[in-house]
Each structure stands twice: as C-alpha cells, then as structure tokens.
T-cell receptor, first 114, second 117 residues
Framework: SQTIHQWPATLVQPVGSPLSLECTVEGTSNPNLYWYRQAAGRGLQLLFYSVGIGQISSEVPQNLSASRPQDRQFILSSKKLLLSDSGFYLC?????????????FGSGTRLTVV | AQKITQTQPGMFVQEKEAVTLDCTYDTSDQSYGLFWYKQPSSGEMIFLIYQGSYDEQNATEGRYSLNFQKARKSANLVISASQLGDSAMYFCAMRESSSGGYQKVTFGIGTKLQVIP
C-alpha cells in the first residue's frame, strides 16, 4: 500500500527566509503528486500537481514553487517567505488501494511565518 | 460559484446518536465523484467514503453512509452511533474530469463536529 512521508512536521520561519518542504512516496511508481495548503479554518487549496519527473503545473500564482527531481519525490520551495505563506501543507497522491479515486495524504507540515 | 458548499461550520452531536453533515456541489460534468475526509486535530486527512456519479446505490462504509441526491446535487455524510473519536473536521470533496492526466479534486471549507459524552 502507499505511504507518503512529509517533513518536517512543524516549522517556524522568519519572513524573508527560504523554504523547502519534502514529500516522498512509497508503494507506487510514477504517481501523480499534489501539494495542498490549508489556511487556518479553511479548506484545502491545490497549489501544484505533477504527473511525472520534471513536470509541474501550478494552480494559483504565488510566492511558492515546486519541483520533482525524482519519480517519488516532490519538493515545495520558496526563496523568500511571506506572512501569508503560513498554513498547513499537505502532500498527496492518488489512492491505489480502492479503485482509482481519491487521495492518500501525508501527515502534513505546519508552517508558521513570523 | 463555489464548487463544494458546506454550510455548517460547526455541529454538536450526543454520543451514540446519528448526525448528518451537509454538502452540496456544483458541476457540469456527467462523470464525477464525491468524497468525504476526516481531519482530526493531528491534521492528517483520512479518507472515509466515495460516491461515483453513476452509482445508483448510496455508498456505505461501516458507520458512514453518503446520502447522494443527484438531482439536488447534494452528498450528505451520515455518521451513525457517534463516538467521541468522531470529533474532527469533516471535508466534502469532488473529483471532476480534467485535461493533463491528473485527478482534479476540490474541497469544501469543512464542518467541525464535536461529539458530546
């Protein structure tokens, strides 16, 4: 079965500092990968998705970027964090254990920009 | 227009009682799917139940059932015999067709459920 590893679990970063969040997937090959952000008290907003190595699509313009250097690795980055980048970041991939619908999520990274 | 609408920001239910969490959706696709996810305070997203637009029977998974009313575009989650561990945020989500070979899923803003002993 699929497993998604995300780290770190929590992060406090000053405004203007860089960011790198990493997500790796086990138990599947050539997965579709997604980065979502959940602001406090809000739903999930799709930030980026990737259908293969080096293929990144952005859903919303923002201060963040994503990269996929390996098949099962997805990285979310920023060169200079803003206060508005605070939130809960979730990596996800398409579920494979029950049909072909829905996501498996990682445990998330709670980012606070101060 | 909102793709997924959850109008109940918070709900309370007595332990062992049933509760319905509302969800309405908006799509012009003929083929789509609806999900519910549970998010406890730890933050992880837990898949609960899925309903395809062509499924004639309402989906059920243990104590969870999805009351799918296609004409009304509603996909309410029913939790029977609530337990204290059911206290969490619940998100309704919809899968639509998309180009580019990926699964596009849109989430509602969630309903916070609190189970009272």
């Amino acid at each position: 079965s699929q497993t998604i590893h995300q780290w770190p679990a929590t992060l406090v970063q000053p405004v203007g500092s860089p960011l790198s969040l990493e997500c790796t997937v086990e138990g599947t090959s050539n997965p579709n990968l997604y980065w979502y952000r959940q602001a406090a008290g809000r739903g999930l907003q799709l930030l980026f998705y990737s259908v293969g190595i080096g293929q990144i699509s952005s859903e919303v313009p923002q201060n963040l970027s994503a990269s996929r250097p390996q098949d099962r690795q997805f990285i979310l980055s920023s060169k200079k964090l803003l206060l508005s980048d605070s939130g809960f970041y979730l990596c996800a991939t398409k579920r494979s254990d029950r049909g072909t619908y829905g996501y498996t999520f990682g445990s998330g990274t709670r980012l606070t920009v101060v | 227009a909102q793709k997924i609408t959850q109008t109940q920001p918070g709900m309370f239910v007595q332990e062992k009682e049933a509760v319905t969490l509302d969800c309405t959706y908006d799509t012009s696709d003929q083929s789509y799917g609806l999900f519910w996810y549970k998010q406890p305070s730890s933050g992880e997203m837990i898949f609960l139940i899925y309903q395809g637009s062509y499924d004639e029977q309402n989906a059920t998974e243990g104590r969870y059932s999805l009351n799918f009313q296609k004409a009304r575009k509603s996909a309410n989650l029913v939790i029977s015999a609530s337990q204290l561990g059911d206290s969490a945020m619940y998100f309704c989500a919809m899968r639509e067709s998309s180009s580019g070979g990926y699964q596009k899923v849109t989430f509602g803003i969630g309903t916070k459920l609190q189970v009272i002993p």
